[in-house]
């Protein structure tokens, strides 16, 4: 209980130091006008309050990932809270404030401009590729997930095909409709019924004096299989999470000051990062350790967990509302993973989407090929968004750490992570038979030859690129 209770707090104590470290560091100007005003359209660019913008980014960014992930991920024991903890201050949250305020400096733009700006043209056609791929995995991901657990809810009263063509319907709306319409609207209430889905059960786990596991590093996977890298890839979105990259601009479009952005962005993270830590002890404490997850999840996967959890913890009416709330994740992270689509391609192609013409016949392709994917086994899916997720984020910080290089501000707060998991990607694609296959202690010397070679480039060209004519940020008026 010691090792949870303290994880929770350092991540609370983290938002107002290391948090407060990096906004100072990159230097948010309250005086600027932001693209929410300058590029007004009423569409994907339109200033919303703080609070909903807020509660909207935590929807966003927390899919599935910080639940059936530290589910996952607790099969490795309390070990899982230290990743969850470190991850979520210095690598996953840094991430989330600076994609996020980067993107706010130019014109809302999404990674995949942000790469090719900063990172050389060629990078902008691969992470533009990349980055709707892991798109269309996450809202693939996304909705056979939480399809699954309404399956599981309602029994007999359902079937998937038409939860999975419903939840097909409200995809479409949110990537089509403006985003006040039904993002803005419906996400601060689904935004409550997390909070209190979660507060609940890490209440429960509390009070009841569950038995959750302290930290010890004699604690192995039921399956040996090692920490580094799968850890680091299986704990994703309660850590670090590339996925984040590609909803950031959705909040930068609207979003009214730059002074909002340590809450909006490094805040919810930290928040996701609490959310991890709960089900991760749940899972931890009430299965009879490792080897009683791990043959619970065998059994009925990690939405089997989450029910037995949910009602563990609440009784039939709280786990089913818990339950609920879990759903709500995926659903409300799988419309704007589809929406981020539609917007990288429209920069991409540049085609206005003041039109919902122009918004449809971008957007109609990308469901189909998801209805395709959906027939693929899930668990083939996710190890290939694991690390697909996982590389955006290494994007996203070799980006983060070019543009702080170039602003001559400290450039290791995004290096660092940076460097951390570009060998932690590059080990699991080595080893993993979904990559590679090379044995392990081979893929740890060539994944390191490629972190080295990877950051040697990156310095030559950062030096390269502080000495040209590069603008770092979109001239914008300022608020008069």
């Known amino acids: 209980m010691f090792t949870f209770l303290g994880g929770v707090i350092l991540l609370i104590i983290g938002y107002f130091t290391y948090g407060k470290f990096v906004e100072k560091v990159f230097g948010p100007k309250q005086e600027r006008s932001t693209p929410a005003f300058t590029h007004k359209d009423g569409v994907d660019y339109l200033p919303m309050s703080e609070k909903k913008n807020s509660l909207i980014q935590l929807l966003n960014i927390a899919g599935v990932g910080p639940i059936f992930g530290p589910i996952m991920g607790a099969l490795y024991g309390p070990v899982a809270f230290v990743w969850i903890v470190i991850g979520c201050i210095f690598a996953g949250a840094v991430h989330d404030y600076l994609t996020g305020m980067i993107s706010i400096r130019n014109r809302g733009a999404h990674l995949p401009e942000l790469a090719g700006k900063f990172l050389g043209k060629f990078m902008k056609h691969v992470v533009n590729g990349f980055a709707v791929l892991l798109l269309l995995l996450v809202g693939t991901v996304f909705v056979t997930a939480p399809a699954g657990l309404l399956n599981n809810l309602l029994g007999d009263w359902s079937s998937m095909g038409m939860i999975l063509g419903v939840i097909f319907v409200y995809y479409v709306l949110a990537t089509l409709l403006p985003v006040d319409k039904i993002i803005g609207r419906f996400y601060p209430i689904f935004g409550a019924l997390l909070l209190i889905s979660a507060v609940g059960v890490g209440g429960a786990l509390i009070f009841t004096g569950a038995p959750i596991p302290e930290l010890s590093f004699s604690n192995f996977h039921p399956d040996n299989a090692p920490i580094f890298p799968l850890l680091f890839l299986t704990i994703s979105c309660g850590a670090l999470s590339g996925f984040h990259a590609t909803q950031t601009p959705i909040i930068s479009r609207t979003t009214q000051n730059e002074s909002q952005g340590r809450k909006i962005f490094y805040g919810m993270m930290i928040t996701e990062g609490v959310i991890a830590m709960i089900w991760a002890a749940a899972a931890m404490s009430l299965f009879d350790g490792p080897v009683g997850l791990n043959e619970i999840l065998a059994t009925g996967g990690t939405g089997l967990v989450v029910s037995e959890v949910s009602t563990a913890m609440l009784g039939a009416i709280g786990g089913t509302l818990a339950v609920l709330g879990v759903i709500i994740l995926p659903i409300t992270s799988g419309d704007t993973a589809f929406r981020s689509a539609r917007m990288i391609i429209a920069d991409y192609l540049k085609i206005s ?117 590069i603008e770092l940020d979109e001239d914008i008026t300022k608020v008069a």
């Open 353 to 469: 989407q003041k039109k919902i013409a122009s918004r449809l016949w971008i957007a109609v392709p990308l469901f189909i090929i998801s209805f395709a994917l959906t027939k693929i086994d899930f668990t083939l899916l996710w190890r290939y968004f694991s690390w697909a997720n996982q590389s955006t984020a290494v994007i996203a910080l070799w980006v983060a750490a070019m543009y702080l290089f170039i602003a001559k501000k400290n450039y290791w707060i995004a290096m660092i992570p940076g460097v951390f998991m570009t060998m932690a990607t590059s080990t699991y694609i080595l080893n993993a038979p979904i990559g590679f296959g090379i044995n392990l202690t081979t893929s740890y010397i060539l994944a390191a030859i490629i972190t080295v070679a990877i950051t040697v480039i990156f310095f030559v060209a950062a030096k390269k690129a502080r000495n040209s004519d």
